[in-house]
């Protein structure tokens, strides 16, 4: 049963750390989303990627937020200084454009608490 | 830009009541729609989806039309239960994968 896994399911971070959030997205998808879910904002998109290539980060505070794909097995998101505004969840999504419906598979979240 | 509108909630309904969530939406062409569902402390799932119009999409009971010429897409069960209790995001396909969702509308259902 193939699907999107997220590490790790939970953190806690004082402001200021550094985090990292990792995925694997589902064997042979060649896109990857990575969102943030708030009370607030609901579900946002932060970036995606194509075969590995970053297509659109315009969701993404630039100064503190990065994100990228090593290798098509993982995509990493990282935060650095984290903030207490930047408590969420995050979720990866991996999808494969041959399907031509755009169906995305989510995974099961990271959920972040900045202190 | 292309946009999903749906209902607002929370909507509550008792067990075995009839569910409509509105979903409306403007794109650009002749996009794929999807309901997903988030269930408490999970990720996002599939639920139904429709890649063209007058298709239905069903699954667990829930069915949804692709309805071209009023830009709708609502979803729709017979009986609720409990364990439908969720929440559920309207969504469409742009091109390349990427996903347009809604607001997302809390659905609870009591006993």
């Known amino acids: 049963d193939a699907r999107v896994t997220q590490t790790p399911r939970h953190k806690v971070t004082e402001m200021g750390q550094e985090v990292t959030m990792r995925c694997q997205p589902i064997?042979?998808?060649?896109?990857v989303f990575w969102y943030r879910q708030t009370m607030m904002q609901g579900l946002e998109l932060l970036a995606y990627f194509r075969n590995r290539a970053p297509l659109d980060d315009s969701g993404m505070p630039k100064d503190r937020f990065s994100a990228e794909m090593p290798d098509a097995t993982l995509a990493t998101l990282k935060i650095q200084p984290s903030e207490p505004r930047d408590s969420a969840v995050y979720f990866c999504?991996?999808?494969?454009?041959?399907?031509?419906?755009?169906?995305?598979?989510f995974g099961p979240g990271t959920r972040l608490t900045v202190l | 830009g292309d946009s999903v509108t749906q209902m607002e909630g929370p909507v509550t309904l008792s067990e075995e009541a009839f569910l409509t969530i509105n979903c409306t939406y403007t794109?650009?062409?002749?996009?794929?729609l999807f309901w997903y569902v988030q269930y408490p402390g999970e990720g996002l799932q599939l639920l139904l989806k429709?890649?063209?119009?007058?298709d239905k999409g069903s699954n667990k009971g829930f069915e949804a039309t692709y309805r071209k010429e009023t830009t709708s897409f609502h979803l729709e069960k017979g009986s609720v239960q409990v364990s439908d209790s969720a929440v559920y995001f309207c969504a469409l396909g742009e091109y390349g994968n990427k996903l347009v969702f809604g607001a997302g509308t809390i659905l609870r259902v009591k006993s």
């Open positions: 429709a890649t063209k119009a007058d």
């Open positions: 064997l042979g998808h060649n896109t």
């Open positions: 999504a991996s999808g494969h454009t041959r399907t031509g419906d755009d169906e995305q598979f």
């Open positions: 794109a650009t062409g002749y996009p794929s």
